[in-house]
């Protein structure tokens, strides 16, 4: 089992909807969930960082986190063609900075 | 204020050379990572940097190595190169805690041939 988990899509989804991005994790003394949004040819840009359970949201993007089902979302209102890229689950369960990251999922938003 | 800075953004290089590599953190950040970014494996964290000690590794080979200076600079270096370490060469800086936002630099991409 993969320490942190994306489908790797495309997710294709229409200019406008809502983006459901979905990441699970295997370690349950994980402390802290990361989303990075990498276009291609570029390097991770970091969009979330969510640390309790529950609703974090910034903008269109809303960080979602459930540690009991070890689950971590992000969703992205008002989808815009911009938003079409990889974006990266990252998870940190230990005492220093090493982040791992999932396969990433790629979004297409159509006109 | 000035982001994570990397050099060089390209190289080429032959098997069986060495290569280093460079990384400028955010001021006021000390605590510098490094990760591989490959099609296959996808990012792959190298090891960190913290007040020049590494506070963490993973699992390369020892060909990989790092250094960090008082300026919180830091460099990596590969030897003997391979075929396979043809890569992005991410660098990501934090503030001192373990749980703090990384902020990636450009990279730098690495071929050898």
């Known amino acids: 089992q993969k320490e942190v988990e994306q489908n790797s899509g495309p997710l294709s989804v229409p200019e406008g909807a809502i983006a459901s991005l979905n990441c699970t994790y295997s370690?349950?003394?994980?402390?802290?969930f990361f989303w990075y949004r990498q276009y291609s040819g570029k390097s991770p840009e970091l969009i979330m960082s969510?640390?309790?359970?529950g609703d974090k949201e910034d903008g269109r993007f809303t960080a979602q986190l459930n540690k009991a089902s070890q689950y971590v979302s992000l969703l992205i209102r008002d989808s815009q063609p911009s938003d079409s890229a990889t974006y990266l689950c990252?998870?940190?369960?230990?005492?220093?900075?090493?982040?791992?990251f999932g396969t990433g999922t790629r979004l297409q938003v159509t006109l | 204020k000035a982001g994570v800075t990397q050099t060089p953004r390209y190289l080429i290089k032959t098997r069986g050379q060495q290569v280093t590599l460079s990384c400028s953190p955010i001021?006021?950040?000390?605590?510098v990572s490094w990760y591989q970014q490959t099609p296959g494996q996808g990012l792959q964290f190298l090891f960190e940097?913290?007040?020049?000690?590494?506070?963490n590794k993973g699992n390369f080979p020892g060909r990989f190595s790092g250094r960090q200076f008082s300026n919180s600079r830091s460099e990596m270096n590969v030897s003997t190169l391979e075929l396979g370490d043809s890569a992005l060469y991410l660098c990501?800086?934090?503030?001192?805690?373990?749980?703090?936002?990384?902020?990636f630099g450009p990279g730098t991409r690495l071929t050898v041939l």
């Open positions: 990501a800086s934090s503030l001192a805690g373990a749980h703090q936002e990384q902020f």
């Open positions: 370690d349950r003394g994980s402390q802290s």
């Open positions: 969510i640390y309790s359970n």
């Open positions: 990252a998870v940190n369960a230990g005492t220093a900075s090493k982040l791992t």
């Open positions: 001021s006021g950040h000390r605590s």
């Open positions: 940097y913290f007040s020049e000690t590494q506070r």
